[in-house]
């Protein structure tokens, strides 16, 4: 007896923690986005471990499928890869890197649709809640010129920065930082907006929730397009007009996503040197942030020509522009001609560090992962093209594909995106309809 009560007190426990790490993973990760390689195990464990604890074969779990097959055919060849990168070490490490997310997230996504709805109904509430005031913070942030960060950084000697380059330092403390300084922050949510829309209108009703949905909207919405950072707000446009004709066209909206992001590493070298043969770098019509990607873009468009079947080894842009004499800035240019740090474009970094081949794999594995958007329920197929039409608006323009924080969010997002899908679906047993799909 006693035994018993222990056991369920232990399990009440456990569906008490579940909740909480969903509502702390996006509200850390909106105000620290570098954090999210700490969360995703966290969130990924929180779905996993109820699984298991039922008494299920762990081996489910990584049984694979076309889509997994895919994504580890392009993890093996960054191994390989790895091998003639600049700084071997590095590259292994981003290698290992993908790996570990890539399986992670896999068996979390299968645990998903193994749990109850019930189960995972307060889960996908918690995390819009943990979203939504992640979004406040945020927008407090981008109101008062980062006052809670310039208040850590100044109050804690650890986080004071060694380079204060989009800072303003008086007598040793930070007294203004740069808007862009945030940009990282902004990503995250719009990488929350399209699952925590589908939690809320899975989760509540009515009048209700039209209110609940719409505030969440603004609340997201309104610090993307007052932020600095334009590749979000391309993709918040871009992403709605994704959810409007997936609507309307879910099946083929998805084929055209899939299509799209495979012709994508097809065009992204002629169009890189179109656009600088058009002069847009020199038009002061564009952003400048805008201006100074045509230089990079086509600078390295040039030098994927120099190895264009396998690449230069993963993550070696970085390294190599270190090696590099210094760039040359012809008169009127925003930017030097350089690959800088990256490439700004994951199509294009694809083709420099990965080559022919690289392109290859992750244009299969991407579509891959779009046409899986089809076997979720009817309902939240528009939110999950939104939200793939998201990532790839700021993945074709914003950081490099390597960053840890970076790719620990788009797993993030996914496993978010899984448990708001796992409940919208109709009363039937919907879970088990996604998990024979899987199967395939």
Known sequence: MVSADLNISRSDRVQAIIPAIFFLGPLVSSVVPRLTWLFLPLIATALIVPVLR???????????????????????????????????????????????????TFAASRATVELDKAQLRPVALFFAAGAFLGALLVLFELLTDGALTRLALNSIALLYPENAKHMTVSRGEVTRISLSELNQ????????????????????????RAIFVGLFFLAMAVPILISEHDSSQLALIGSILAFALAWMWRRQVIRSLALLWCVAFAVVLPLSFFAYKAELHMAPSLPESARARVIIWEYTAERVLEQPWLGIGADSTRALRGQREAAERPEGFIFKRTTAWHAHDVFLQTWYELGLVGAILMALAGAAVALRMSVLPFESQPFATATFAAFVGVAAFAWGMWQTWLVCAVALMLLYLGVAARISGGPQNTGEAMSDSWQR
């Open 185 to 208: 922050n902004v990503a995250i949510l719009m990488f929350n907006l399209w699952p925590g829309l589908l939690a809320l209108g899975t989760v509540e009703s009515g009048t209700r």
């Open 54 to 104: 039922r008494g299920s074969d762990w081996r489910l779990l990584i049984q694979p499928n076309t889509t997994l097959i895919a994504v580890l055919l392009v993890v093996l060849y960054v191994f390989l890869n790895a091998t003639w990168a600049v700084d071997r070490g590095v590259a292994f490490g981003k290698a290992a890197l993908l790996l570990w997310v890539a399986l992670i």
